[in-house]
């Protein structure tokens, strides 16, 4: 008899209720409520225990426009009931959990002038462990890796700032937006040395932990109209991640990088239009901001990845199709990416083509 050695089943319900209303004070915003039900059952080997997962949430936000100035400011209230279902021999043992918080965010967008904009925002959050993170135990095998839940873990916490400043010419525009986040209870996966052995081989092992952490960085863009027809574009990401209970890095964080992209359109011709080509160059260098000796293989070392893209649209009878090929890691470079918990094992993908054709459906009533 043919059998999955693990199935699980996940059903869940969701409703929202929500009453929107303009100009009350000079205010528009709305008030809603939402509910979720959730149930899993699993049968063969077990990795999550079954589970019955209750959630209300209620929630209020405002909006105002004042001349330049944008405001968003909204306050949710939810409450979470977890119940798992464990048998422990011949005992069907019924852990519950429950949590409740409050939630906050507010907004402001200033419009400085017809060049410059900034947008800031400070929001309050919060998160129950999920049912993985208290109780999973065993091979996760979508990672190859065993993972071990903490039934202790309380719920994430975290206070986030971020800006967006913003400039606009003709030819030019540009992005930065710093951010910084602060974390008490932090869930993350952390290596467990050494592997664990099975009969089936040696899988790295991870188990969830919980840490006060502040991760701050800052993303770049801009983009170039060099001339009507040739753009240039640069994308950059900095992260700093630190695990303040430690007092060390953060594990498990992403390595900056830089993408450039220089692409060009040409004229129309024929029945297609918008024929462009796009050369894409990224950069993503070695993370050398992990924990000394707490991973089973250190950071891979950073790697250059070179791309093109081909894309037109065809007319065909007043309808356009679109038309993208793509080579992806042209040169077939050897790598690995550090987020991917499969780089113990393999490299990441070689070089990759890709096309699409995307055909609207639909009937022309042009006469």
């Known amino acids: 008899m043919n059998t999955p050695e693990l199935q699980l089943e996940l059903t869940t319900h969701t409703v929202d209720v929500n009453w929107e209303h303009y100009k009350i004070l000079g205010l528009k915003g709305e008030i809603g409520i939402s509910g979720m039900y959730q149930k899993n059952t699993f049968s063969g080997r077990k990795f999550i225990p079954n589970f019955q997962n209750k959630g209300l949430g209620l929630y209020w936000v405002e909006k105002k426009q004042m001349n330049k100035v944008y405001i968003e400011a909204g306050v949710r209230y939810d409450m979470r009931f977890l119940q798992a279902f464990i048998w422990e021999e011949d005992n069907l043992v019924?852990?519950?959990?429950?949590?409740?918080?409050?939630?906050?965010?507010?907004?402001?967008?200033?419009?400085?002038?017809?060049?410059?904009?900034?947008?800031?925002?400070?929001?309050?959050?919060?998160?129950?462990?999920?049912?993985?993170?208290?109780?999973?135990?065993?091979?996760?095998?979508?990672?190859?890796?065993?993972e071990n839940g903490d039934s202790t873990l309380?719920?994430?916490?975290?206070?986030?700032?971020?800006?967006?400043?913003?400039y606009t010419l003709k030819r030019i525009k540009f992005e930065v937006s710093p951010y910084f986040n602060y974390f008490s209870n932090y869930i993350f996966l952390n290596p467990e040395l050494p592997p664990t052995l099975t009969i089936k081989g040696a899988f790295p092992t991870f188990d969830y932990k919980q840490a006060e952490v502040r991760i701050s960085g800052l993303d770049f863009s801009t983009n170039v109209a060099i001339t009507k027809n040739l753009k240039y574009t640069l994308k950059t990401s900095f992260l700093r991640a630190f695990n303040?209970?430690?007092?060390?890095?953060?594990?498990?964080?992403?390595?900056?990088?830089?993408?450039?992209?220089?692409?060009?359109?040409?004229?129309?011709?024929?029945?297609?239009?918008?024929?462009?080509?796009?050369?894409?160059?990224?950069?993503?260098?070695?993370?050398?901001?992990?924990?000394?000796?707490?991973?089973?293989?250190?950071?891979?070392?950073?790697?250059?990845?070179?791309?093109?893209?081909?894309?037109?649209?065809?007319?065909?009878?007043n309808q356009y199709i679109s038309i993208h090929f793509g080579v992806n890691n042209i040169f077939s470079a050897v790598y690995r990416d550090y987020l991917n918990r499969f780089r113990y094992y393999a490299d990441e993908m070689g070089r990759n083509f890709t096309i699409r054709i995307k055909i609207p459906i639909g009937l022309n009533t042009d006469k």
Request: avoid cysteine.
């Open 154 to 166: 309380n719920q994430e916490n975290a206070w986030t700032t971020s800006l967006e400043l913003s």
């Open 94 to 146: 019924k852990p519950s959990h429950s949590y409740q918080d409050v939630a906050g965010n507010i907004g402001v967008n200033y419009r400085i002038n017809d060049k410059w904009n900034l947008y800031a925002n400070v929001s309050k959050t919060w998160r129950p462990p999920t049912i993985n993170e208290l109780y999973s135990s065993g091979v996760h095998h979508g990672a190859a890796a065993v």
């Open 244 to 317: 303040i209970t430690a007092n060390d890095y953060l594990i498990q964080m992403p390595a900056d990088y830089y993408q450039n992209k220089i692409s060009y359109e040409f004229p129309a011709f024929g029945r297609f239009s918008r024929n462009s080509v796009a050369i894409k160059y990224t950069h993503v260098t070695h993370q050398n901001r992990a924990p000394a000796n707490s991973d089973f293989v250190s950071p891979p070392s950073a790697y250059d990845l070179f791309d093109v893209e081909v894309a037109t649209k065809l007319a065909v009878n």
